[in-house]
């Protein structure tokens, strides 16, 4: 399911059509997140394959500043997600991965050699570790997805740092920084490619523009709601303005308290 | 080039035997960075068919809170370089990306509909962006693999913020996170597997494991800097910890201080 060809996978995108032979293939542009699985497991091989694809990501100055707690216990499942927003895909994934920067294994290693790694304490570190581990899962997730498996991101693991850590017993210096749910797409799973902003909204030349138009994109949005069910008058623009309303943080407004109180970020 | 199977590049990040029938593609494991470039060029139909790839990653709540500013004017170019620490690969690759989270077009958009975006002043929507323009990144990497073309990131797009930010234009919610390095690698690219952390030490079962060993990494590792050529007793745990030190931020150690005065953070 799910294989859409490159200029039908364009065209929902950007409402227009591909550049000819671009060479990429369709799967890259085909993602859409799918929170619906079916029965079919995946073995223990090929989710270590899929670990083996993350840890293949590039990671700056291979210092591999993430690590993955996977949750099966159907207890601590049950638990975890609740902590999701009780989100029904992270209940019944076939797979739930909670993906973690770690400065704990690097401190660990290098105090057993006599350093400090002091750097740690500076956003900079933050930041690396953000990165490293977001490259990591969107490898598994580019390696998953070749093999027909579905996935979608859990940003709700933020939405309780504190309950995170206590339940997956994180030391400081890690934080749960995301969720992934896995497992093979349910026959009839829904789950539509999104628009997504016109190329030269988000890929200038040389400089930024700071005027680049969002051409057609509010409308096409508002169709895309309306195609999904929602209601009233909204588009794009409204409804991301909204999202990010300060009285709509679902909990994450702690984490620059949380994670300075884990030892991130204090310079 | 570059077409290890999948059992032989297993062996290269882990020393061992992969387990039978992963089903996982072998260049997910076969990922390494590309610093030589051939002259074979990289049409504008496939740079856009990769931006595309980049634009179909997971984004949350659709807000796309990134862009990229690609860098290919000789002069541009060399003045970026510079900004990066002068690296041989960023002014020699045929295509250069910065990558940067942005806050400032959802901003845009949302002010012409007459909301506010408080939410932008938090952590969580500096965490958020990162964790999107990496996602973003990795999934453009995946298609060029695909494709048989070779990356290297340029995390020292972060030696210079303030440089960037006035190389670019950049306004205010738009911070340069990392570059990206694009082309056909030359015929003889130096570019190895490198090993990595044993799959104990990263993948953890249910809980955080505080005590998980670093098996026979730090041996692994004395083995392949010395494969490199590089000098002196040591291994990955001695080398990380002086790469971490605080001594060794070439310019980032600002960081902080530049992202909040550029408006993130704040909360």
Known sequence: MFEEPFGEAWRLRYGSDAPDDSGV?????????????????????????LVAAAQSA???SNLQLWSVVSVQDPEQRTAIARLCADQDQ???????F????????????AAMVGEECKGL????????????????AERMVCAAEAMGIG??????????????ASLLDLPAGVFGAFGLCLGYPSEDAKAEIKPRLPQSAVWFRERYDRAASFGDYDDRMKGFYES???????????RSGR????HHLTGREVLKEFLEGRGFLKR
Chains 1, 2 share one sequence.
């Open 228 to 238: 999904q069910g929602m209601k009233g008058d909204v588009n794009w623009s409204m």
């Open 90 to 96: 992270v209940h019944k994934a076939p797979w739930f």
């Open 243 to 246: 999202r990010v309303d300060e």
């Open 151 to 164: 996935i979608c991101y859990i940003g709700a693991l933020r939405n309780d740092p504190s309950g995170v």
């Open 98 to 109: 909670c993906f973690m920067i770690d400065h704990n294994r690097l401190r660990r290693a």
């Open 25 to 49: 293939a369709a799967r890259f542009v085909a993602h859409r997140s799918v929170r619906e699985y079916s029965d079919r497991p995946l073995s223990e091989a090929t989710v270590s394959g």
């Open 121 to 136: 304490d500076y956003n900079e570190f933050y930041t690396m570790a953000v990165i490293d581990a977001s490259l990591a």
């Open 58 to 60: 590039a990671t700056s």
